[in-house]
């Protein structure tokens, strides 16, 4: 497989979103570069794929801006591009909450890696002895193609409608460590913020999201594939394109 797809978000605070937009158009035009980067005053979410030369030559640009520096995709190989155009588009959210108080670029929830919470897992507590409770924050469509086992979801249309729903289910969480997850960690990152707003005070996001435990932890205490938002559908958990027969392409 010849195409790196890469995966990467940051909060962090933009106020040059139109000048920033046109530098970026600029450089994935000129490196080909193929899918879809999000920007917004909270951050930048990114989605591209193109041959390794072009996606690194991309991202040390991108690393020469110190607000994204810092910034570290998360990677998986495919035969074929699974975009069929490039576009850099300006949002109020990198991703739709609808709730102004959230605000991670002011300060993130603690997170769990990935390979800590696998041994959570294996072990059936964190290492204070409480029962873990994970919530997949993604939308129902995406939890159909797999999940966690004995995951708590919410069957959402939308991601607009986790706070109504989290709140409504808050007494189920008491005397529990919960980890909010989701395909690459920008869900979950703003659903742990939320959690521990509205009282739940043991509340971790898994670091990277569902595809940085692919990466990192295989596919333990996983079930199915992961959905992903370009032509591949979704991905097993040795970060292959999925194969709807039941095998990896």
Avoid at 52 to 80: G, M, N, Q
Avoid at 147 to 167: C, K, M, R
Wanted: hydrophobic residues 40%; glycine residues 8%; proline residues 6%.
């Amino acid at each position: 497989m010849s195409i790196l797809n890469i995966s990467a978000y940051k909060f962090v605070g933009l106020d040059d979103l139109d000048v920033l937009r046109a530098r970026m158009v600029e450089r994935c035009d000129a490196l080909a570069l193929k899918g879809t980067i999000l920007l917004a005053p909270e951050g930048i979410n990114l989605f591209l794929a193109a041959p390794r030369e072009a996606i690194d030559a991309f991202v040390s640009w991108l690393h020469e801006d110190p607000r994204f520096a810092d910034i570290t995709p998360k990677e998986s190989l495919s035969d074929d591009v699974p975009f069929g155009r490039m576009r850099v588009r300006l949002k109020k959210e990198i991703i739709t909450m609808r709730a102004p108080s959230i605000r991670p670029e002011e300060g993130r929830a603690p997170h769990v890696l990935p390979l800590d919470l696998r041994r959570w897992l294996d072990q059936g507590h964190d290492d204070e002895g409480r029962p873990v409770v994970l919530v997949d924050t993604r939308n129902d469509y995406e939890v159909a193609a797999g999940t966690f086992e004995n995951t708590v979801e919410y069957g959402l249309a939308s991601f607009t409608g986790f706070p109504d729903a989290i709140a409504a289910d808050r007494a189920r969480f008491d005397g529990k460590t919960v980890v909010s997850f989701c395909t690459g960690g920008i869900r979950c990152e703003k659903a742990a913020i939320h959690m521990r707003e509205i009282g739940i005070d043991r509340v971790f996001q898994l670091e990277g999201g569902i595809l940085k435990y692919f990466e990192e932890a295989g596919g333990a205490h996983w079930r199915g594939d992961c959905f992903v938002f370009d032509e591949r559908g979704a991905v097993d958990p040795t970060l292959a394109p999925s194969d709807p027969a039941g095998g990896a392409s």
